[in-house]
Nanobody, 114 residues
Framework: QVQLVESGGGLVQPGGSLRLSCVAS????????MSWYRQGPGKQRDLVAV???????NYVDSVKGRFTISRDNAKNTVYLQMNSLKPEDTAVYYC????????WGQGTQVTVSS
């Protein structure tokens, strides 16, 4: 049974930083591409960052240079380091893996506000 558990969200002021974590179980973690998505209030869920099993990364333009996705295969964990946060980064952030079907975590709320 695939399970993804996110943590690390919270309230932060503009310009601040947060690090999100997602622990995966039920999969051979080092074999799969892992992704972070986000869904802002009243918006659709959008891709933020992707990391392949060889460590190659890709980002949506709006977060390039501010966010960093990484993975620790020994810990079955994918991270999203978010720096220089902006109010428009406010969203629920979800971890994702696609293995035939798509699997999602429960999400973690990130609120950027002064």
């Amino acid at each position: 049974q695939v399970q993804l558990v996110e943590s690390g969200g919270g309230l932060v002021q503009p310009g601040g930083s947060l690090r999100l974590s997602c622990v995966a179980s039920g999969i051979r973690f080092n074999a799969h591409i892992m992704s972070w998505y986000r869904q802002g209030p009243g918006k659709q869920r959008d891709l933020v960052a992707v990391i392949s099993n060889d460590g190659t990364t890709n980002y949506v333009d709006s977060v390039k240079g501010r966010f960093t996705i990484s993975r620790d295969n020994a810990k079955n964990t994918v991270y999203l380091q978010m720096n220089s946060l902006k109010p428009e980064d406010t969203a629920v952030y979800y971890c994702n893996v696609r293995i035939l079907a798509q699997y999602w975590g429960q999400g973690t709320q990130v609120t950027v506000s002064s």
